[in-house]
């Protein structure tokens, strides 16, 4: 099995169609969509594009997504509510926490948002590593994939390979694009190219409230360090 990841879609649609153009998606047996995928412009059409894939896809909801069907008191969580709809919002809600999968030269892998353990807590690649031993204490997959913090990263913890897949929809790599991963035989990070600034002016029209400040990150996406 070949596995794609896409994490942290946040409602970027034009950044999702991006990655869905890539003709390497056409040779995996599955897509994972790692949570985060409806807090933001596009919920109900980032949604059914995912959905038309059929069932390569495996979801996982993420703290965003979580916040989005459980908050009644933030209007920006209230307005994709709305955009989702009672149909899509209930498939959300059954969506599991994580998965795992056989990859081809990779073995097991679990599938989480953030961790193994929590859908918002936060590793990055330079947490220390008891503190990564820790957090992975009692998984049995010898590779974990997440997302969360929106920064691609590869590291080796004691028996574990951690794997942060990046986020197609809203990056803090310092430069914009769409950012996921490859699985099987190895671990690819990968970039897709699309027109940010036009993608700023579809999301401005989209009715999604207090935009401008996440708009800003988009369009000049801040440096990984400094993150």
């Not at 169609?17 to 969509?33: F, H, K, M, S, T």
């Not at 059929?54 to 008191?73: I, P, S, T």
């Not at 409230?209 to 990150?217: G, K, M, N, V």
Request: charged share 30%.
């Amino acid at each position: 099995m070949r596995v794609a990841a896409l994490y942290d879609i946040h409602g970027n649609l034009s950044a999702l169609e991006a990655v869905l153009a890539d003709r390497r998606l056409e040779d995996v047996d599955a897509i994972v969509v790692g949570g985060d995928v409806v807090a933001g412009p596009f919920p109900a059409e980032v949604v059914d594009a995912l959905e038309a894939l059929g069932e390569r896809v495996r979801f996982l909801r993420g703290n965003a997504d979580r916040l989005v069907l459980e908050v009644a008191d933030d209007k920006r969580r209230l307005w994709c509510r709305d955009q989702l709809g009672h149909a899509r919002a209930a498939r959300v809600a059954a969506w599991p926490e994580a998965l795992s999968l056989t990859v081809d030269g990779l073995g097991p892998v679990r599938f989480c948002h953030a961790t193994p353990r929590s859908d918002e807590e936060i590793v990055t690649r330079i947490t220390p590593e008891d503190e990564v031993a820790q957090v992975l204490e009692g998984t049995a997959e010898g590779v974990v994939v997440c997302g969360h913090t929106h920064i691609q990263y590869d590291r080796r913890v004691a028996e574990w390979r951690l794997v942060c897949a990046g986020s197609v929809g809203w990056p803090y790599e310092g430069r914009p694009g769409a950012f996921w991963l490859l699985l099987g035989p190895d671990v690819s990070h990968v970039r897709a190219e699309y027109d940010v600034q036009r993608a700023a002016e579809i999301m401005r029209n989209s009715g999604y409230p207090d935009l401008e400040d996440d708009l800003a990150s988009l369009l000049e996406p801040p440096d990984p360090e400094a993150v």
